[in-house]
């Protein structure tokens, strides 16, 4: 787990360092900020996933698409689409567990003040989540639902509050709240439940700051304080884990506010509940993602 760590703030510093340093603030990858959208905006966010052996390093992956519309001046609408599939080994008897996640995550942004915003929504299954123990030791030989599967709920809600706390020179402190019903209990194919995350709620905050005119650098990072949040790497139970993000964000263009982001979290998705929960095998992600206005 250092290694992985250790690897994704190199790469991260490495991005940063490549690009030289007008920078409107969109905030951190988990918990984005207080702002309400004056213009329409499409962005990219990809995420690419160590989580050990069984599948190539490039098919891990995370792939969401979204778009951002005011509604007016202290109100906006975002919707999501995340496809989260994800391959690692089975703790217990060393086979491969399967994660794959579809959602369409619709979502209102309310800023209550000037410093604070609260966002509603949920993650909505599009195709039957599940995580499933593969059986086998290569994802070719695999046939899904042959093997015990675990079935996610397919309409998880949530909430989280952003507040813009203060500022140290230049750089501005958030503080965060986020709740995700996501369900005591988890049904699977043999008919029997297993224990699930339950109501997660996490409290924590981040950091945004403008390194130079069209460079900004952050991190977050959201500390579990009921609930569960992560399945653990070692016994393969629901567990609890820091969730957070690190990284930078260049404007490559004024004209239409169009910005590159690279940076590493260990989130499993970037909605409304996927943000709170850790990748399974808690695996850091390395991320790129693009954002225009228009």
């Known amino acids: 787990m250092t290694s992985k760590i250790t690897t994704a703030v190199i790469v991260t510093m490495l991005a940063l360092l490549l690009v030289s340093s007008a920078f409107a603030q969109t905030g951190t990858p988990n918990l984005g900020n ?20 069984g599948q190539d390093t490039f098919d891990n992956t995370v792939w969401t698409l979204g778009f951002i519309s005011p509604i007016q001046e202290n109100l906006d609408f975002r919707m999501v689409y995340s496809q989260f599939d994800v391959t690692g080994p089975d703790p217990i008897d060393g086979d491969l567990i399967n994660t794959q996640r579809k959602v369409l995550s619709p979502t209102l942004k309310w800023a209550l003040c000037k410093k604070l915003a609260l966002t509603i929504g949920a993650d909505i299954a599009i195709k039957k989540s599940f995580a499933q123990n593969l059986g086998y030791s290569s994802v070719e030989s695999a046939v899904y639902f042959d093997y015990p599967t675990a079935i996610y709920k397919d309409f998880i809600p949530g909430v989280k509050a952003v507040y813009d706390f203060t500022s140290i020179g230049s750089a501005a402190i958030q503080l965060a709240g986020q709740v995700a019903w996501w369900g005591s209990s988890v049904s699977t ?44 790497d070692e016994t393969g139970l629901v567990d609890t884990e820091v969730v957070w993000s690190a990284g930078g964000e260049y404007q490559l263009s004024p004209k239409n506010d169009l910005k590159f982001r690279a940076f590493a979290s260990n989130a499993m998705q970037p909605t409304i509940a996927g943000s709170i929960i850790a990748a399974p095998s808690n695996g850091v992600g390395l ?8």
Not at 287 to 294: E, I, K, R, T, V
Request: hydrophobic content about 45%; some cysteine.
């Open 189 to 232: 194919n043999t008919g029997e439940d297993i224990e699930g995350f339950g109501t997660v709620f996490s409290a924590g905050g981040g950091v945004v700051w403008p390194w130079s005119k069209n460079l900004t650098v952050f991190g977050d990072a959201m500390f579990p304080v009921c609930g569960d949040n992560v399945v653990n």
């Open 287 to 294: 991320g790129l993602g693009l954002s225009a206005s228009f």
């Open 34 to 53: 207080t702002a309400i959208a004056d213009k329409s905006v499409v962005f990219l966010d990809s995420r690419i996933f160590d989580t050990g052996e």
